[in-house]
């Protein structure tokens, strides 16, 4: 069975609050009916992506975005590529 999915505004402001407050997290996954673990892999994404930690299910942050088009790039090159050696090769022989 998935998890139960949280909006973007709700981690932030859940993960914010866990911050400042001077309790355990334990608390604030009480307070806000969160699991432990959840709130902090929440913590943990917001520290290592800062503005780009919850982009949501099925998109990319933009780093890894551009990594894949640049992949998709040389793939269509390299295709590219090898059309024209088989061309070449066809011509030479003429």
Same mark, same amino acid.
């Given at each position: 069975?998935?998890? %139960?999915?949280?909006?973007?505004? @709700?981690?932030?402001?859940?993960?914010?609050?866990? $911050?400042?407050? *001077?309790?355990?997290?334990? #608390?604030?996954?009480?307070?806000?009916?969160?699991?432990?673990?959840?709130?902090?892999?929440?913590?943990?994404?917001?520290? %290592?992506?800062?503005?780009?930690? @919850?982009?949501?299910?099925?998109?990319?942050?933009? $780093?890894?975005? *551009?990594?894949?088009?640049? #992949?998709?790039?040389?793939?269509?090159?390299?295709?590219?590529?090898?059309?024209?050696?088989?061309?070449?090769?066809?011509?030479?022989?003429?």
């Amino acid at each position: 069975m998935a998890g %139960k999915e949280y909006a973007k505004d @709700f981690k932030e402001s859940v993960v914010a609050y866990a $911050k400042d407050y *001077e309790g355990s997290i334990a #608390e604030v996954a009480r307070k806000f009916d969160v699991p432990l673990g959840t709130i902090y892999s929440w913590m943990s994404a917001t520290e %290592k992506h800062k503005e780009e930690a @919850f982009v949501g299910t099925g998109h990319l942050r933009r $780093k890894n975005a *551009e990594e894949k088009e640049k #992949e998709k790039k040389i793939r269509d090159l390299q295709e590219e590529n090898a059309i024209l050696k088989k061309a070449l090769a066809i011509f030479s022989k003429l």
